[in-house]
């Protein structure tokens, strides 16, 4: 008897055992059936997209996957045994992995206007839904207006007693339009209005970025007169291919835009809005330029609008998430700020312009190298070196440069990353060393609607914001970041 009870005790114990491990076995199988299908998913949404993009719906929104609500656009089973995945499409005009988990809330499943970015979620199922598996991925659009500048707001400076922003405007879109002042508006996407949406271009011209380009293949751009004098009325006209004087503005260091006759040096006149805050007020040109933050000859252009003709060509720090803002010596302190682009008429900056933007052009050791950050006085000799924050404090400061690099303490040394580092977060970086070894130059934010940003130290991340001259990622692959969730 005891030899029975032993022998089925055993067997019990074998059975479970067995039991146990069919059941992690199917567990398992099921897990990884369902990672399967969400990989098909994210494949199938990519296949969608580039399908958009093929010969004859080529720049056509409607032929991009397209759903109401948050529903999914791309659905598929990879087999009638290991399952199906439902994989959602969000279109976006900014980086999604800058968004984080808000961008499938914010990103729209059908493009209503032209995306720069898709935020793609896919989820996989297992053989009766049993086991699920959630891959998200981001995809680049290949437009033909690269980098971070899809267009944005030019908003004139708001005084503290201001209830409302106001920014240009340009409608409707055609030849000898005058451009108004109008309340700052933006889509349900947060993107800008097509009639505030404006390009500041390389070749310093204010373009208005959604004119119809079968009726203005050069586009249209901001224009008084051919020969400019004061009085005249700002309107759009079209661009021409070799770009007309009257047809470039310069930010200068009281952030006005002025005008130039021959290209090379800044006239006497500049824009001037005719009754400030009023919706429809047209814009003048005036000769009392140098006025300062006023809410009629201030302006301030929005990251997404462009930085002009600043860059590296120039000798400018654009920071590339506050694409249009660079890195300001703020001369009248011993600060730096993210302070709207000032542009030279001439590349690189002639003797004239550089007493406008001196303090925005600076010397950087060779990239992937350690040295120092300096501005250069308009003498040709002076320099101003850029100094970590002190302990305690977060702002960097400026400083007499020391005598050599050499002779240089830490709290002067940075490393100058660039395109020299093995991956995209890393890249276009300027970071500390020593004691601040892993803290990145960037602009610290502080909330509200402010023209200007004070620089410090940051934990160094993957953040736009502590990247400075910044080239765009682009992803060979089609997909990037792909995780699961």
Avoid at 213 to 220: A, D, F, S, W
Avoid at 331 to 351: D, H, R
Wanted: hydrophobic share 35%; aromatic share 8%; glycine share 10%.
């Amino acid at each position: 008897m005891l030899v029975v009870i032993v022998g089925v005790g055993l067997a019990t114990l074998t059975l479970n055992t067995m039991v146990r491990g069919a059941a992690d076995t199917n567990g398992e199988t099921g897990r990884t059936s369902a990672l399967l299908a969400a990989r098909s998913g994210l494949a199938g949404a990519l296949g969608a997209l580039r399908a958009a993009g093929s010969t004859g719906t080529l720049g056509v929104l409607s032929a991009l996957p397209c759903t109401t609500g948050q529903q999914a656009q791309v659905n598929g089973t990879i087999s009638t045994k290991d399952g199906h995945y439902r994989t959602t499409v969000h279109y976006l005009a900014s980086d999604p992995t800058q968004l984080g988990d808000a961008a499938a809330s914010i990103g729209p499943t059908c493009a209503t206007t032209t995306p720069h970015w898709a935020y793609i979620v896919a989820l996989g199922y297992s053989t009766g839904d049993r086991y699920q598996r959630k891959l998200v991925a981001t995809y680049q659009f290949k437009l033909r207006a690269m980098g971070n500048m899809p267009g944005g707001q030019i908003r004139v400076y708001r005084t503290p007693a201001a209830t409302q922003d106001y920014c240009l405007t340009g409608y409707p879109p055609a030849v000898g339009t005058s451009l108004t002042m109008s309340v700052c508006a933006t889509n349900a996407d947060s993107t800008t209005v097509d009639k505030q949406k404006f390009g500041y271009m390389s070749d310093l011209t204010i373009k208005l970025m959604t004119a119809d380009p079968t009726l203005y293949p050069n586009g249209l751009c901001a224009q008084a007169g051919t020969v400019e004098a004061s009085g005249q009325t700002l309107k759009l006209q079209d661009c021409g291919v070799v770009t007309s004087n009257s047809q470039k503005w310069a930010f200068d260091s009281a952030s006005n835009f002025r005008g130039t006759d021959n290209g090379t040096t800044l006239n006497s006149v500049c824009w001037n809005i005719v009754t400030p805050n009023t919706t429809g007020s047209t814009i003048v040109l005036k000769t009392s330029c140098g006025v300062t933050t006023t809410n009629y000859e201030s302006w301030n252009v929005t990251a997404d609008a462009g930085s002009g003709a600043a860059g590296s060509d120039s000798g400018q720090l654009v920071n590339f998430k506050q694409f249009g803002k660079c890195l300001d010596f703020n001369y009248s302190g011993v600060n730096n700020w993210a302070f709207p682009c000032k542009q030279s008429l001439t590349l690189p900056p002639s003797a004239l312009d550089m007493g406008q933007i001196w303090n925005e052009v600076w010397t950087l050791p060779a990239f992937g190298t350690k040295g120092l950050v300096y501005t250069t006085r308009t003498d040709g000799i002076t320099r101003n070196c850029m100094r970590a924050p002190a302990t305690g404090q977060t702002l960097v400061t400026m400083a007499t440069c020391p005598a050599s690099v050499a002779a240089a303490s830490a709290d002067f040394i940075w490393w100058a990353r660039g395109d020299k580092a093995t991956v995209y977060d890393e890249k276009y970086r300027i970071e500390g060393t020593g004691t601040w070894a892993g803290q990145c130059l960037a602009p610290l934010p502080a909330g509200g609607a402010v023209q200007a940003d004070w620089v410090g130290l940051a934990a160094c991340t993957g953040d736009y914001l502590q990247k400075w001259d910044a080239v765009p990622p682009v992803s060979t692959s089609g997909l990037a970041r792909v995780t699961e969730q």
